[in-house]
């Protein structure tokens, strides 16, 4: 690994050397002077901050993908290609993104519009012109009529062949290991170990949606970083007949698309999660690291009775989800092991269903989170249940008074009234700003009420 590393900015290669790696790509442009990228929330909410990167799929592809820069740290960026909204247009002539915002009158007092333009021109990069293509950004006064009819003439005209799809056979894949001061990116899991041994104290990192909040927040960074996002071995995704194994490492994007109609549950809650920019750099082992009582994608794996395999320097372990989650942020995985990835068995003639409550629709924290797995013969009578929640307790958890009370019963009117009875009593959640303890009881009940009957009408 190099100490001097640096990254392509608008097709021009920029140092990074002697920068500090956990600062925001955002607060560096804006000391570059390059102001066109604008800051809205610092939290990955808003979609101001967009920019453009360079990434490969799963098949060799290269393709633009939507970040969010105020999360995206220095440290991540060598050997990168990213665009800025100053690279689209050509001295006077604007890019057709940017002229299809302003014919359409997509725009009124213009914070927002960078962002709305790098999305646009990554949706139409890749020929992707629906409303997920822009749900991560946020507009307080244009209003999403216009923007969407940009979309729509973008969507008209004939893809683009111009100066960015020929850089983009010419980019490569940000396959080599490198190093920014002490935030280190290797490439295979043996040497993430080795620097984990080296540098005990050194942090975990995956695609930093948590950590890009918490030091923009003003958090203090920790002694050093070991990046996992580069590690080809955490990014395998495969299917098979019994079970999936998801590298720790994929992205909820690539879940989304690839993993599409396999697990119900999974489908269902991705759309909730967050903007595209998020998922284009959230991932499973993410959400297991940070061990969150509201990560979303948490209660999936207890409902699906997933596993999680381990690495550490005593070889792998795999540890059922279920008794995973110790306490408040506390788990099972020692310091020194990093999460691989997360086995999920596939059971035909299951139901399932995952739910989300939240004060904004999408792209906002779950006031509850709730996934629902249940086995019943041909009688309605329940064979297995598994009943997972967060939001409602220190960490994920499943409903286990509730699922003893299902167990064996014909799930008819008095089942279901009894078992929501016993859900609205079964935790103690918090009262907090997002929403009161009593009305969490509640949604406990009641998404389970809501998934018996849209599931066994």
């Not at 109609?261 to 750099?281: E, H, I, S, T």
């Not at 994608?297 to 381990?310: F, G, H, K, Q, V």
Request: charged content about 20%.
């Amino acid at each position: 690994m190099n100490d001097a590393a640096s990254f392509l900015l608008n097709g021009r290669p920029m140092s990074l050397a002697g920068q500090d790696p956990t600062q925001s790509l955002l607060r560096w442009l804006h000391g570059q002077r390059l102001t066109g990228t604008k800051e809205g929330c610092g939290d990955g909410d808003c979609g101001a901050c967009t920019v453009a990167v360079v990434a490969e799929d799963a098949s060799g592809r290269r393709h633009y993908q939507a970040w969010n820069s105020c999360l995206l740290l220095l440290g991540s960026l060598p050997g990168r290609e990213v665009l800025t909204v100053e690279a689209l247009a050509e001295a006077e002539r604007l890019h057709p993104v940017q002229q299809a915002l302003v014919d359409c009158a997509g725009s009124q007092c213009g914070y927002c519009t960078p962002g709305f333009v790098m999305s646009l021109f990554v949706g139409s990069m890749n020929q992707e012109f629906g409303d997920a293509v822009i749900e991560g950004n946020l507009c307080r006064c244009t209003g999403y009529r216009p923007i969407r009819a940009a979309a729509a003439r973008l969507a008209a005209q004939p893809p683009m062949s111009d100066r960015f799809n020929a850089a983009l056979k010419q980019a490569s894949a940000t396959t080599a290991a490198a190093r920014l001061g002490n935030f280190f990116s290797p490439t295979t899991v043996a040497a993430a170990l080795a620097l984990k041994q080296q540098y005990p104290q050194a942090q975990w990192m995956q695609g930093a949606t948590d950590l890009g909040v918490a030091l923009g927040r003003g958090q203090a960074p920790a002694p050093a970083y070991i990046s996992l996002e580069r590690i080809a071995e955490l990014q395998r995704l495969e299917i098979s007949a019994d079970r999936v194994w998801i590298g720790a490492g994929v992205s909820l994007s690539r879940l989304e698309s690839e993993l599409a109609g396999v697990l119900p549950a999974l489908d269902q809650m991705l759309p909730w999660f967050a903007a595209r920019q998020v998922k284009n750099r959230a991932s499973f082992g993410g959400n297991l690291g940070s061990a969150s009582p509201i990560g979303d994608l948490l209660p999936i794996l207890l409902a699906l009775d997933a596993s999680i395999r381990l690495c550490g320097p005593e070889g792998e372990r795999d540890l059922p989800a279920n008794g995973y989650f110790l306490a408040y942020r506390e788990t099972q995985r020692r310091p020194e092991e990093l999460i691989v990835a997360v086995h999920i068995p596939r059971r035909p003639g299951w139901i399932s269903a995952a739910y989300k409550v939240a004060k904004r629709q999408t792209d906002d924290i779950s006031i509850v989170a709730a996934v629902f797995a249940l086995q019943l013969d041909a009688g309605r009578r329940v064979l297995d249940a598994r009943l997972a929640y967060g939001g409602v307790a220190a960490m994920p958890v499943r409903a286990l008074r509730a699922e003893a009370l299902l167990l064996g019963r014909v799930l008819d009117t008095d089942a279901l009234t009894a078992v929501c009875a016993t859900l609205a009593l079964e935790f103690q959640p918090l009262d907090d700003h997002r929403a009161s303890a009593a009305y969490r009881r509640r949604l406990c009940a009641g998404l389970f009420e809501r998934f018996v009957h849209e599931q066994l009408p």
